[in-house]
């Protein structure tokens, strides 16, 4: 079983900045890719953000040039740079880790945060 336990979210106005951080903790081989998603109400969950084990990432385009994504191995952690931020970027943010759980048959398995509240003022 895997644990994440997500942090920095809050209140901000527009053009601030937060910085979200997901500790991975628990049983399992190896993290693979590790990412950040958000749900606004009565919209779906969309990807913001995502990096591979070799750090390469991905954005969705809305936030390009003003998020960042990081991950720091030795401490199993994800992190989410977000400036410049806009009332559009208020949401519940879900942090997503893939690990794997099986060298023999390379299983990986998929976990989600509770969720994060941004609330980003105009």
């Known amino acids: 079983q895997v644990r994440l336990v997500e942090s920095g979210g809050g209140l901000v106005q527009a053009g601030g900045s937060l910085r979200l951080s997901c500790a991975a903790s628990?049983?399992?081989?190896?993290?693979?890719?590790m990412g950040w998603y958000r749900q606004a109400p009565g919209k779906q969950r969309e990807l913001v953000a995502r990096?591979?084990?070799?750090?390469?990432?991905n954005y969705v385009d809305s936030v390009k040039g003003r998020f960042t994504i990081s991950r720091d191995n030795a401490k199993n952690t994800v992190y989410l740079q977000m400036d410049s931020l806009a009332p559009e970027d208020t949401a519940v943010y879900y942090c997503?880790?893939?690990?794997?759980?099986?060298?023999?048959?390379?299983?990986?398995?998929?976990?989600w945060g509770r969720g994060t509240q941004v609330t980003v003022s105009s």
């Open positions: 997503n880790v893939v690990v794997t759980t099986s060298l023999i048959t390379g299983r990986t398995t998929t976990y």
């Open positions: 628990g049983t399992f081989f190896r993290i693979n890719d």
């Open positions: 990096i591979t084990s070799g750090s390469s990432t």
